[in-house]
């Protein structure tokens, strides 16, 4: 992917005129998330995650925002995202999350990223290429400490310490792990990592030949940063709770009381045509539905093509004249039937029906489809963010 594919204005969609379905952000929504998390933060730093476009939501446009609310560093998943925030000018660390091969080391170092390393594999090439550019290298060590998926074992951390300092140009800045369970109510789990990680901190602090003066020790995400707060340690990396969401989903909102987060996203579609249709009248692909009654049918111009996915047949709900109204038939990839018969009208050609969030009195939040798509609301943001022209609001 050239950095340029990278943009803060719709992803790979750049169309030459309005689409009909409109992702809206709000910047607002956006500048009180992080806000809420740096006041739960403590003295924390904050690396905000802009992953995967920032969840959905635009990995330049949210980095401005969070750099603007004192975000200290921005996590991102490949060293491309990474380019993409030094070309819009960003100075903050950015942590390359996600894996670095080789052939990324020259861009790592041409736009000083931060690189995450999982083993030594990557270290004597991040040396020699850093030495020959003149400066050195401050890395984070990432340790599995219970997630079972990327890194090293605490076991095997003392060695990797004492081979980065052996070895020129490199400089250990951080360790960090990453907790697999904080959206789940029982702490037990998040207990037993956090412990985890923080006895390699203690036994690598006991290790008389290593020095980790200016180390920064990491762990907690949202889940971590909102539920446990003496996982803050030196720096969180909140990323869901950013963009307005809790972790667990659901359950964290009723908890969360009055000044909870505010989802930033919203999105709208059309209604392009309104058509009646007799009882027995079976609707779309696969002939799924069949109408028990006279029907009034609003067709919209989405799809699993939008990331509207095509689990959500028959299943969802969507905003009409602020009611709620179900989906009928197969979702197709870019059309979706919606049953309006018992909406109070009227139910217009070129009105707006929405699909997540509000309108009127009702909401549909990225939790209630999640459960429809049977994933989480992380999905479903960068599902609809990713696939569709953004409007960013003040
Ligand atoms: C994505 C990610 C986070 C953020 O997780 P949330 O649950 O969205 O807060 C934190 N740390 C790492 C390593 C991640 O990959």
């Not at 000083?112 to 060590?141: C, F, K, Y």
């Not at 939040?365 to 459960?371: G, I, P, Q, R, V």
Request: net charge negative; with cysteine.
């Amino acid at each position: 992917m050239s950095p340029q594919a990278v943009t803060d204005s719709g992803g790979w969609k750049q169309p030459l005129f309005d689409s009909l379905n409109r992702v809206e952000i709000s910047r607002a929504a956006l500048h009180y998330n992080f806000r809420f998390c740096r006041a739960r933060a403590g003295d924390a730093a904050v690396m905000a995650m802009v992953k995967t476009d920032g969840y959905g939501h635009g990995l330049v446009e949210c980095a401005r925002i969070f750099a603007g609310e004192g975000a200290a560093a921005f996590g991102v998943a490949e060293v491309a995202e990474g380019i993409a925030l030094r070309e819009a000018g960003l100075e903050q660390p950015v942590f390359v999350l996600a894996g670095l091969l080789p052939g990324m080391i020259p861009a790592l170092l041409q736009y000083n990223l931060t690189p995450v390393v999982v083993d030594r594999l990557i270290l004597p090439e991040l040396s020699r290429q850093a030495q020959r550019s003149g400066g050195e290298v401050g890395l984070h060590l990432k340790v599995d400490a219970g997630m079972g998926r990327q890194g090293c074992l605490p076991a095997a951390v003392p060695g990797l310490v004492r081979e980065i300092e052996a070895l020129p140009a490199l400089r250990l800045d951080g360790i960090m792990a990453h907790f697999p369970m904080t959206d789940d109510l029982d702490p037990a789990n998040t207990r037993q990592v956090f412990d985890r990680f923080t006895d390699m901190i203690q036994d690598l602090a006991d290790d008389v030949d290593i020095v980790l003066t200016g180390c920064c020790f990491h762990i907690a995400n949202s889940g971590g940063l909102l539920r446990y707060s003496m996982t803050r340690l030196d720096m969180v990396r909140p990323g869901i709770a950013l963009y307005g969401y809790y972790p667990e989903g659901e359950p964290g909102r009723t908890g969360a009381g009055p000044e909870a987060l505010q989802p930033a996203m919203r999105f709208v579609t059309r209604i392009i045509q309104v058509r009646n249709v007799p009882a027995g009248t079976a609707l779309g692909y696969g002939r799924t539905f069949t109408t028990g009654r006279a029907t009034t049918l609003a067709v919209l111009p989405v799809g699993y093509a939008n990331g509207y996915l095509r689990s959500l047949s028959n299943r969802a709900e969507v905003l009409v004249c602020g009611q709620r109204a179900p989906v009928v038939g197969r979702v197709s990839m870019n059309l979706t039937l919606v049953d309006v018969t018992d909406v109070e009208g009227p139910v217009e050609w070129g009105g707006e029906a929405v699909l997540l969030g509000r309108q009127g009195d009702e909401t549909i939040t990225a939790d209630e489809l999640a459960s429809w798509m049977d994933t989480i609301s992380y999905e479903v943001l960068c599902l609809f963010g990713n696939l569709n022209r953004r409007y960013y609001l003040d």
